[in-house]
Nanobody
Framework: QIQLVESGGGLVQAGGSLRLSCAASGSIFSINAIGWYRQAPGRQRDSVATIPRSGSTNYQHSVTGRFTISRDNANNTVYLQMNSMKPGATAVYYC?????????WGQGTQDTVSS
């Protein structure tokens, strides 16, 4: 089992920045990849950015160059730095991890970008 707890969401004006954190606990050793998804009202949940155990990070095309995913292995935490945010980025953001018995999801954090 893997537990994921997100924090850092909130309200920001268009053009502003937010930084999300995801603290992972449990069977950390089994995580093959971890990342962020988002779900806007009335839309499906889409991948935003992921970090595999090895290899390069992956980003949704619309956030490339503005969002950065990173991880702190010592603290089992993954971050999503979101810059130059657009109103279309308003969504519930979820941390997700793929490992034994997964995927696992956090509870989600609401991020709202005002125009």
């Amino acid at each position: 089992q893997i537990q994921l707890v997100e924090s850092g969401g909130g309200l920001v004006q268009a053009g502003g920045s937010l930084r999300l954190s995801c603290a992972a606990s449990g069977s950390i050793f089994s995580i093959n990849a971890i990342g962020w998804y988002r779900q806007a009202p009335g839309r499906q949940r889409d991948s935003v950015a992921t970090i595999p155990r090895s290899g390069s990070t992956n980003y949704q095309h619309s956030v490339t160059g503005r969002f950065t995913i990173s991880r702190d292995n010592a603290n089992n935490t993954v971050y999503l730095q979101m810059n130059s945010m657009k109103p279309g980025a308003t969504a519930v953001y979820y941390c997700a991890a793929w490992g034994l018995g997964g995927p696992y999801w956090g509870q989600g954090t609401q991020d709202t970008v005002s125009s």
